[in-house]
């Protein structure tokens, strides 16, 4: 197996999006060509399955140096309203491109840390953006709460608007770790702000855990999943630490590479603490997520409606996905865009009545076929080339780049589909490669991606 993990430890996508944004082709895309992208998707698919919102509220009081989110780092809450204000005139620019009031079938707050804005600023928010809409009758709203800083205030404002979904970054329990990422937080915190959401009623609770953290060891890994135990949350995010200090700048810079584990090590702390979870009752749905079997996300692997986009995994899909807010990226389903991500021309945009993007891709004919199968493996864990909907003309160079993987015993293909093994699953990063055409004919010369183990 060790060979096996040094074979394939290369840098590669976590494939939220394909194409992935670094192999966008800025040239083709213009603000109008995004505008009827958006009106394309709207059109289709409101009055069906309505629409998604992401809203990224970047700010936070201090740095967490593990984190690769777009946030600003300030303890002045006089930045709230503006910010909230421009969020509602994007969103106001948004709906001047839909012929009827948008459907809302899922809203999810991120950052940064959305529990940095008041309660009372985030009803304000809410009820800003739902006043010009419809809300789906099995809608989903969730947020990202920071349990050192997250009320049972936060928890009951939203709860009353709606939300009932709520997960928070757990990372690890062990102290030098919290030290080295600068972010602790005791145990008893996390209880807490667990136990208070499900007295309120909230029907998902996540917790995110990270391995390959600094100084991080298999034991620290063990006794963060043990902890988790006592609480049970109702889904699991476990995930390798992705270190990019080239593109976040100084704040992975807080230690030095020689403080992380070994690719090796962060293997073994993977695969003990999936065999840990899967004791304790959690299934594995798709990459580096876990669930238990009442949540919703186990149900939708199970009934193939299992999605992923910029939001991570869903347990449903919409064709248009709209970000607001600083930095957030758009999935009109036939392309993709991105805001700008510094928030002063952020709120000068807006102010002047502009859809603050900077850049996007309109996805192809071949683009969308790839994106399916991309989405096939991390979500179903397999593909399917049978139909013509799904045949490309690349499809035997990419069976070609998959043979040594199925020789080693990661995938099966036969009889036009591919299985990724239960050996496999750790590396569905590369097989999804495999699959990336843009990827495959541009190799980058810097680096661009974390490493895929």
Known sequence: MCSIVQKYNVPGPRYTSYPTVPYWNLKN????????????????????????????????????????????????????????????????????????????????????????????????????????????????????????????????????????????????????????????????????????????????????????????TLKHVEETILKTKELMPDRLAFYSYAHVPWLKGNGQRGFKDEDLPSANDKKNQYETGKKLLAKVGYAEIGMDHFALQSDALYGSLKTGKLHRNFMGYTASKTHLMVGLGASSISDSWYGFAQNVKSIEEYLHLIENGIIPIFKGHLLTEEDQIIRRHILNLMCQFETHWGSNKLHFSALDAVLERLSEMESDQLVIINDGELKITKKGRPFVRNICMAFDLHLQQKKPETKLFSMTI
């Open 29 to 216: 895309f213009s603000g109008k060509k995004w505008e009827a992208s958006v009106k394309r998707s709207f059109d289709i698919s409101n009055d069906i399955e309505g629409i998604s919102l992401y809203i990224h509220l970047p700010f936070c009081e201090s740095l967490c140096t593990f984190c690769g989110c777009h946030k600003r780092i300030t303890k002045r809450h006089d930045v709230e309203l503006p910010y909230l204000k421009a969020i509602l005139k994007e969103w106001k620019l948004y709906c001047g491109l839909f012929m009827k009031r948008p459907t809302i079938k899922e809203l999810h707050l991120g950052g940064g840390t959305p529990t940095f804005f008041s309660p009372d600023n985030l009803r304000f928010l809410i009820e800003g953006i739902i006043k010009s809409a419809h809300i789906s009758p099995i809608h989903e709203f969730s947020f990202e709460g920071h349990p050192n800083n997250t009320t049972k205030s936060h928890l009951q404002t939203l709860y009353d608007l709606g939300f009932r979904r709520v997960s928070y970054g757990v990372q690890d329990y062990n102290h030098t770790v919290q030290k080295a990422i600068h972010r602790v937080q005791p145990f008893e915190n996390v209880k807490r702000v667990t136990d208070w959401a499900r007295e309120i009623g909230y029907t998902s609770v996540g917790h995110d855990i990270i391995f390959g953290l600094p100084f991080q």
